[in-house]
T-cell receptor, first 110, second 112 residues
Framework: NAGVTQTPKFRILKIGQSMTLQCTQDMNHNYMYWYRQDPGMGLKLIYY???????DKGEVPNGYNVSRSTTEDFPLRLELAAPSQTSVYFC?????????FGQGTRLTVV | ELKVEQNPLFLSMQEGKNYTIYCNYSTTSDRLYWYRQDPGKSLESLFVLLSNGAVKQEGRLMASLDTKARLSTLHITAAVHDLSATYFCAVGHTGTASKLTFGTGTRLQVTL
């Protein structure tokens, strides 16, 4: 099993550009999440999904969008990148009580 | 709103010494997690604590949970350099979607 796979691992964006962070899990988990981690901080929840077609906002959703068309995939979209979105992004899935994290995407907006 | 506080934020300790990291949270929860993160890496699950009085041990690390006090501790026994990392506690939201709220982390540095 690959677990939770994120792509890309690193990305540099210019202010105003858009991109999609990809997340795929092969464990057939209904629950999936996007977190961001700023330097020296804990993770903060951006969006989450309880199943295909169902998404909801977390603590810091502004500037992001998500979709969940399949159980496996949960992409995160940045429409107009801003320097404040420079962070490390982690995708996760869960099957109670365990949570499984991807390896992260390090995004820099310049 | 669930809030999670960890202390200390930074801990420098000598090899062979013992120390405890504390994790306080503000509202009722049914589970608490401890994770380890090495620089530039993802989170490694250490412990999942599900009930009041739960105690789990793995090597030099022992975690406990007091749900009445809303407090978890991660105790380090006879620290070794390999334990140097950042440790996070995360508390589960009850009811909905298994969301987690994380503490700000404790950066542990074990010196010779």
């Amino acid at each position: 099993n690959a677990g939770v796979t994120q792509t890309p691992k690193f990305r540099i964006l210019k202010i105003g550009q858009s991109m999609t962070l990809q997340c795929t899990q092969d464990m057939n988990h209904n629950y999936m999440y996007w977190y961001r981690q700023d330097p020296g901080m804990g993770l903060k929840l951006i969006y989450y999904s309880v199943g295909a077609g169902i998404t909801d906002k977390g603590e810091v959703p502004n500037g992001y969008n998500v979709s969940r068309s399949t159980t496996e995939d949960f992409p995160l979209r940045l429409e107009l990148a801003a320097p404040s979105q420079t962070s490390v992004y982690f995708c996760a899935s869960s099957y109670w009580p365990e949570a499984f994290f991807g390896q992260g995407t390090r995004l820099t907006v310049v | 709103e669930l809030k999670v506080e960890q202390n200390p934020l930074f801990l420098s300790m000598q090899e062979g010494k013992n120390y405890t990291i504390y994790c306080n949270y503000s509202t009722t929860s049914d589970r608490l997690y401890w994770y380890r993160q090495d620089p530039g890496k993802s989170l490694e699950s250490l412990f999942v604590l599900l009930s009041n009085g739960a105690v789990k041990q793995e090597g030099r690390l022992m975690a406990s949970l007091d749900t009445k006090a809303r407090l978890s501790t991660l105790h380090i026994t006879a620290a070794v350099h390999d334990l140097s990392a950042t440790y996070f506690c995360a508390v589960g939201h009850t009811g909905t979607a298994s969301k987690l709220t994380f503490g700000t982390g404790t950066r542990l540095q074990v010196t010779l």
